[in-house]
């Protein structure tokens, strides 16, 4: 096996999407993890364990859920970057301090690989269902980055861009995989060190005593204070000033909560990752994200034999969702189609930026296995009607 000077894997390789993920942490920078096991994830806290002590990185199994997200926040204001992974029950259990990490504005990364649910469900078996938690699970108005691999080749390359979003945008971001592709088994390609592009944490320059962890509340994004060179702040999950100390009124709240969603909604256009495939000219458009924008494929190619004009569109960045994208293809398309393991959560996205201007068509699924292609196929064949 093949690393670099510092036990980075370089070339290529044959790994399951967990370990992908783990990988493409470390080849981010990642030096502290901290997670529970939960199927299907357990492989990726699995494979970080026996690598960081080869790269100086610090793993711990914690307690519980609820530990394991607190801890990756303290760890990344220690100046670490952080990451952790869960499933089902333990994603709802870091809800709370998946907020916290939003409003002190953390940047870390949480790796959920969905099962089916609610409560302890499908354990070994696939889900996508727990896309619109991902959303909103945490109380509050905030924007939140979520995306969605569909290959072993994806966990780890989109690992390394969850890393880079975190940074930019300091904010935790959610990587939505699911079981299937977590347990695939793919050739994954680990380039050198020097040809992957990082986005490295941006520290203020500004001295102690005139600095604050909160300088910009426009929808722009405030470097962070290095712990241990002069600095004194307060960090808070309360409503705070840009010292990081609680203000209780509703002016800061209007302060702290547009900035969480503008921070966002403003770079929209720069955080949104779209696959698409012959869009133009096309009667119908099919989305899908994760092994769904996978399962799709037979299907379209199918109904294209049958001289069918199908596009699709996958949906490498889920949330925030590509609502411009999809109100200027409704004007232009018969019909759009949402595949997604569950009974239809991205698909009310959707259907909203659609507004009546063409059909919307949902395939759901209650997860446990893959869309069935022949049902894709007689929606599209059905929807150019």
Known sequence: MKADPQNVLVGAHYLDGNHACGEGGIAAGCKFFAGYPITPSTEIAERVSR?????GGVFVQMEDELASMNAILG???????????????????????????LMLETPCVLVNVQRGGPSTGLPTLPGQADMMQARWGSHGDYEV???????????????IHAFNLSEKYRMPVLIMTDECVGHMTEKVVIPPPEEIELVERKYSDVPPGEAWPY???????SPMLPVGEGHKFHITGLTHDIRGYPVINSEAQHL??????????????DIIWLEEKDIDGADVVVMA?????????PAIAKAKKEGIKVGQIKMVTVWPFPEKRVKELAEKVKAMIMVEMNWGQVYLEMERCIAGKCEAHLIGHGGGTV????DIYNTIKEAVK
């Not at 990344?76 to 994603?91: A, E, N, Q």
């Not at 979520?146 to 390359?157: G, I, K, N, V, W």
């Open 51 to 55: 690598r960081f002590p080869l790269i």
């Open 75 to 101: 760890a990344s204001w220690g100046g670490k970057k952080s990451m952790t992974c869960t499933s089902g029950p333990g994603f709802s259990l870091m809800m709370e301090n998946f907020g916290l990490g």
């Open 145 to 159: 980055i979520a995306l969605a691999p569909d290959s072993p080749q994806e966990s780890f390359e989109l690992t």
């Open 215 to 221: 300088m910009e509340f426009d929808g722009e994004v």
């Open 256 to 269: 702290n909560t547009r900035h969480l969603i503008d921070k966002v909604k403003k770079h929209a256009d």
């Open 289 to 297: 994200y994760g092994i769904s924008s996978r399962v799709m494929q």
């Open 371 to 374: 869309h069935n292609p022949e």
